[in-house]
């Protein structure tokens, strides 16, 4: 029986079209289950319902997806094991023509995405934020064209709708692209190879001057390349933060583990959510 890989749904998803590319690359393909929301997805991995999941992390253009990296950050059991970066093409589409357009449905990201566009060509169009963008499609193709209606989402969810192309393209910038990690239970698979990046979850004392400097220090004395830091609260008090950091994975194995060992020391605690490999789509 294959493994199956949720997604967030419904089908024609920008995280779809993603997974979908994913399954092709892979030795054994899985069975893609798309999943309304991105937290219950990620909730059916850590419960057994689902053997993995591909869900988005970060966006070129408007950095962090929270609910991911929140629940990634609490779970206990959660860890990477591939990541992905998946050039992310917006499309306007609806029954009516461009000039009847008065109200657009989308996920928030893609509405953040084409913020410029909406703002040149509907400054007066209603913004409505859905949970995603197949499902901003399904809703506009369930109403007639006098309504008025369109969504922001990819030409494959436009087209399994019936919907027609408004405006291809609208995103603020063609480079427009999303990191998205593909999730598992720990040990419940073989290491993904090669080797190419370490996440690495901690919370610092955020009271303690240099204490974030404290920590840096420890990957930079070590010649440890830091691509990524992402700050988020921990969820506890107000001031109270936990960092993300993506490390490049080094041949200099034992280096690697004392500059994390030495910043577990300097955390209240620490979390290595895994070391994956890097597949970036063009
Ligand atoms: O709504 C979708 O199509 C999604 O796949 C979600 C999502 C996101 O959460 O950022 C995924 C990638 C793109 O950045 C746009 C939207």
Known sequence: MSETMGVLGPKGTHSEAAASYLNEQLPQRCELVTVPDLFACLQDVEEGRLDTALVPVENSLEGAINITLDTLARSE???VMRELIWPVHNQLMAKCDGAAIKRIFSHPQPISQCR???????????????ASTARAAELVAAEPASSGWAAICTKRAGELTGLSTVAAEIQDNMANCTR?????????????????????????????AGALYDVLKEFAQRGINMTRIESRPARTEL???IF???????????VLQESIAAVAKKSIWLKNLGTFPVLIVE
Not at 244 to 254: G, M, N
């Open 77 to 79: 059991s959660l860890e």
């Open 116 to 130: 410029a566009y909406l703002q040149q060509h509907y400054p007066q169009a209603e913004i409505v934020k859905v």
């Open 180 to 208: 998205f990690f593909q999730v598992r239970r720990r040990g419940t698979g073989a290491e993904c190879l090669p080797k190419e990046k370490v996440l690495i979850i901690c919370q610092i004392d955020g009271q303690k």
């Open 239 to 241: 001031g109270a933060y």
């Open 244 to 254: 993300f950091f993506d490390l490049e994975y080094t041949a200099a194995v034992d």
